[in-house]
Nanobody, 126 residues
Framework: QVQLVESGGGLAQAGGSLRLSCAAS????????MAWFRQAPGKEREFVTG????????RYAESVKGRFTISRDNAKNTVSLQMDSLKPEDAAVYYC???????????????????WGQGTQVTVSS
């Protein structure tokens, strides 16, 4: 079992920045792949970014590439999402996700992830 707790959501102006954090517990953190998804009202949950167990490999959705940065600290059992140049379309509930499947790297599908946080709201004003 892995427990995930997000923090850091809130309100930002378009062009501004926010930083989200996710604290994990319950399993060796270095054994799990971490990702961020988001879900806007009336839309499906979508992949935003993910990071490998070591932190050396990252993947991003095209819509956030160059603006968002994911990082992890295996000593502190945390993963962070730095969001810069925010756009109104970035507004959503952001979810931290994790999996420990040895055969799978950074998946982009919701079903690739077994563990989920409760979500944190990000609002972007235009």
């Amino acid at each position: 079992q892995v427990q995930l707790v997000e923090s850091g959501g809130g309100l930002a102006q378009a062009g501004g920045s926010l930083r989200l954090s996710c604290a994990a517990s319950g399993r060796a953190f270095s054994n799990i792949v971490m990702a961020w998804f988001r879900q806007a009202p009336g839309k499906e949950r979508e992949f935003v970014t993910g990071v490998s167990r070591s932190g050396e490999t990252t993947r991003y959705a095209e819509s956030v590439k160059g603006r968002f940065t994911i990082s992890r600290d295996n000593a502190k059992n945390t993963v962070s999402l730095q969001m810069d140049s925010l756009k109104p379309e970035d507004a959503a509930v952001y979810y931290c996700a994790a999996h420990a499947y040895l055969h799978l790297g950074i998946g982009r599908a919701v079903d690739d992830y077994l563990y989920w946080g409760q979500g944190t709201q990000v609002t972007v004003s235009s």
